[in-house]
């Protein structure tokens, strides 16, 4: 009879493995925001985000509300390297008259249980941050808010359901004058639970109490809780779980003495509470799960119940390591409070830390009006020589026809890449060109040994590639992309005003770099080339684009460095003879602020990695505002962060300590909306970087703020371009194409549109398309080169 009895209490493993089908299902559907109301287990955001990381001191209150009886402590954690803490507790009863009552006298009577406590423990002359554990289901939308959405054990007070329960308490602790009592969190007992776990394990990322009620949470990854806003970083989710079966989906395990059991409780037909081996079985899901979970979980229990053995055959080794906690919640209220003051604390240290970086309206506008004072005066012949952005004549007179026609030779040097190609230009109804094109590499030591040196290597590398294309009898017409400022006298000359991007050539500044290249060539006395001209990068960038759209007159770098062109009426440049065209200004605005004009802008970062720079004091705007510089602005935010103790647990790595680890190609991985904080963490354990998951969340903050101001930055400048073609030519409303090229323009998923917005919001009389480049520097070249044989054939005849 007894046997008959206890059959159906038995579980099979496979029964059991299908409940937690079962859960795991309602767990998705709890998440989820359509999902959710009908779902059985709420799955509530709790708001607590982060784990305590030993940081966390000072002395707390807590009071928790939620079993058989009252309790009131006093916490006190030590940041002494050791992770303790002192405990001081009182407890009280909760007779059935006040936990049944009216709510208010439910929190009166807390209020003066804490009073009570606080004169025992001689208190009442400090303020004090406290943690209220509330241990029933509720709706948080803020860590020290939470609106009851049902009573459970046996609880009933009148008038408090659908109420702020955190206010309530507060409005009965402000009757008690004599005390000074901030309520700065509300939790419930099972992330207590974990909290608690948790400052002493930091792999405890589970929190499971079976005891008066039964109930659990977990750490859940953001971008899989539909409720709240946002995607980044975790949340603590408490699951509600006795609620699971309210829909019937346990009815066919109920016995007939759980429904005799639930018919003669206080809420028929709710918390139908399975029996303790399915229970156990449930909490399965929450380490099995592939949502988020890996560690431990920490388990308070109470009275006589324990925890069975695990079921044969589960995979979860680390539910052995389960710690039977008896200080669990109310602890952990005061950890949650602890946490939430670190986080406050660390919150406003970064934001400080990051403010200079956030850039008003009124601060792009100052920008751009800066911008377009140095384009004047580069612009100017008494104020060339001492303007920051030089505005160097190019003598590309003209844009492509569409009557370019033959081969032609290709060189690119601007990057520690060096391109040769071949061109072929077809003109006609089946206009085309294409192009073959072998990459070399510059060493370190060529690119910072003699000048002599690096052209003969670049000579070097071009007879490889015509004895590959076996072309090396031909003496084609030559465009020479040298992206690095030069001042020139014609299309054919080129003086390097200074080297840029880590070039440190020696002998070769203020030297003709066609004439380099020449004498490079008679040197080696195995070919010979017709140079026709020496282009810029970006200047080759704008007649690839305005190849494909007449109507592009502006070229854009936002790469390894930073740079912009444009087509200037000839009227306007009083450096060079003549008023009748247009000629394209290579501005070389990477200079811009090198005067101190926008030292307002320029944080200790940025002057660090100035100082550091192989052309300190030079090139400012583009060191704010190129990819060669960005990810070690990066380093140093983050540096200077770890010091303060805000990352990486205050200790420096050695590859942190290392210039140019953090290279720009990481922001745009980082920065990605795909990716996943898991992902991010991966990408900084290859830098050598051990980080946490709150680690990753401030590393892609920093890295979020340094590529925005750089984007934002770069769109003040050129809105002053622009504006500057609008008025050239007297219209209200200017249509223009600018041609893009440059790997931070075109691979990081965000500088590309805070850019334009940047454009549009500064210029908002200019209509401006952008149109990515195919080969700037290669195909541009080459049309240049046509382009330059066109006219000097036409001006011959």
């Known amino acids: 009879q007894v046997d008959r009895y206890l059959y159906h209490m038995r579980l099979s493993d496979d029964v059991l493995l299908d409940v937690m089908g079962r859960f795991r299902a309602e767990m998705v559907k709890g998440l989820g925001r359509d999902t959710n109301p009908t779902a059985t287990v709420k799955m509530l955001p709790s708001l607590v985000r982060s784990l305590p990381d030993g940081s966390e001191k000072g002395d707390f209150l807590a009071v928790d509300l939620g079993g058989s009886q009252f309790r009131a402590l006093e916490v006190k954690v030590f940041n002494d390297g050791k992770q303790s803490s002192q405990l001081e507790s009182k407890f009280y009863p909760t007779p059935k008259e006040v936990i049944q009552g009216s709510g208010a006298e439910l929190f009166s009577y807390v209020a003066d249980c804490l009073s009570d406590f606080m004169e025992s423990r001689n208190l009442k002359h400090k303020k004090l941050p406290l943690g209220f554990t509330f241990s029933f289901p509720c709706k948080q939308n803020k860590l020290e808010e939470g609106v009851l ?7 009933k007070a009148r008038g408090v359901q659908g109420t702020d329960v955190a206010s309530s308490l507060r409005k009965a602790l402000q009757k008690h004058k004599d005390i000074d009592v901030d309520v700065l969190a509300m939790v419930n007992d099972t992330v207590g639970t974990m909290m608690t776990c948790g400052y002493d394990d930091p792999r405890c990322e589970v929190g499971l ?9 977990y750490m859940e990854d953001m971008r899989h809780i539909d409720l709240v806003e946002g995607d980044e970083g975790r949340m603590c989710i408490n699951t509600e779980w006795g609620a699971f079966g309210d829909d019937g989906a346990l009815d066919d395990l109920r016995t007939e003495f759980d429904r005799e059991l639930d018919l003669g409780s206080l809420n028929p037909g709710k918390q ?33 119940t324990s925890l069975p053995p695990r079921p044969k055959g589960c995979c979860c080794s680390h539910l052995r390591a389960i710690k039977n906690r008896l200080l669990g919640s109310a602890k952990g209220a005061a950890m949650v409070t602890a946490v939430a003051y670190r986080l406050a604390a660390q919150r406003k240290q970064i934001d400080a830390v990051l403010a200079p970086f956030l850039l008003s309206l009124e601060t792009l506008r100052d920008v751009k009006n800066k911008m377009r004072t140095e384009l004047e005066y580069g612009l100017k012949r008494e104020t060339q020589d001492r303007a920051t952005v030089k505005m160097l004549p190019t003598y590309v007179c003209g844009t ?3 009557t370019e026609n033959g081969k032609y030779l290709a060189l690119d040097l601007g990057g520690t890449n060096f391109r040769v190609l071949l061109v072929k230009i077809r003109s006609g109804r089946r206009r085309s060109v294409r192009m073959y094109n072998k990459i070399f590499a510059i060493p370190l030591e060529i690119m910072q040994g003699t000048g002599e040196e690096l052209f003969d290597h670049i000579v070097q590398c ?10 090396k009898g031909a003496r084609l017409p030559l465009g020479f992309t040298f992206s690095f400022p030069c001042r020139q006298a014609s299309i054919g000359k080129g003086t390097l ?8 050539a020696t002998d070769c500044e203020g030297e003709d770099v066609v004439d ?16 026709v001209a020496v282009v810029n990068d970006t200047v080759g960038t704008m007649m690839t684009c305005g190849y494909e759209d007449p109507n592009c007159e502006i070229g854009l770098i936002a790469g390894t460095g930073s740079n912009v062109c444009y087509m200037e009426d000839m009227k306007n440049i009083e450096i060079v ?14 200079g811009f602020g090198d005067n101190g004009c926008i030292d307002n802008i320029r944080t200790k970062y940025d002057k660090e990695v100035d100082e550091g720079s192989l052309n300190a004091g030079k090139q400012r705007y583009e060191k704010m505002t190129s990819g060669m510089y960005l990810g070690e602005i990066v380093r140093q935010i983050l540096i200077d962060l770890t010091k303060q103790g805000l990352l990486f647990r205050g200790q420096i790595s050695e590859s942190l300590r290392k210039r140019g680890i953090f290279e720009t190609k990481f922001l745009s991985q980082i920065e990605s909306d795909r990716l996943a904080l898991l992902q991010v963490r991966r990408i900084l354990q290859q830098l050598g970087l051990d980080s946490t998951c709150e680690d990753s969340i401030i590393v892609k903050e920093v890295c979020g703020a340094v590529s925005r101001r750089a984007a934002q930055l770069c769109g003040a400048g050129l809105a002053a371009i622009v504006e500057k073609k609008r008025e050239n030519r007297g219209v209200e409303h200017l249509q223009i194409t600018v041609g893009v090229d440059g790997t931070l323009y075109k691979l990081h998923p965000h500088f590309s549109r805070i850019l334009q917005e940047t454009v549009k919001e500064l210029a908002p009389r200019c209509d401006v398309t952008f149109m990515l480049s195919e080969d700037g520097s290669g195909k541009g070249a080459a049309l240049i080169t046509a382009v330059a044989k066109r006219l000097h054939n036409i001006g011959q005849k």
């Open 149 to 155: 959405l049902s009573w459970t054990k046996h609880f």
């Open 209 to 217: 109490i079976i005891g008066t009620g039964t109930n659990a949470c």
């Open 272 to 304: 139908l509470n399975p029996a303790e081996q399915t229970l156990t079985n449930v909490a399965l899901v929450l380490s099995c799960s592939n949502l988020s979970l890996q560690g431990r979980v920490g388990f308070r229990e109470g009275g006589c």
């Open 400 to 402: 492509p026809d569409g």
């Open 462 to 471: 071009i007879a490889d590639f015509l004895e590959y294309m076996g072309i």
């Open 497 to 504: 005003v200074g080297w840029t991007k880590g070039f440190k």
């Open 516 to 531: 380099m290249l020449r004498e490079a060539i008679r040197r080696r006395n195995e070919f010979d080339l017709d140079i």
């Open 577 to 590: 003879e003549g008023n009748e065209g247009k000629m394209c200004i290579n501005t070389e605005w990477g």
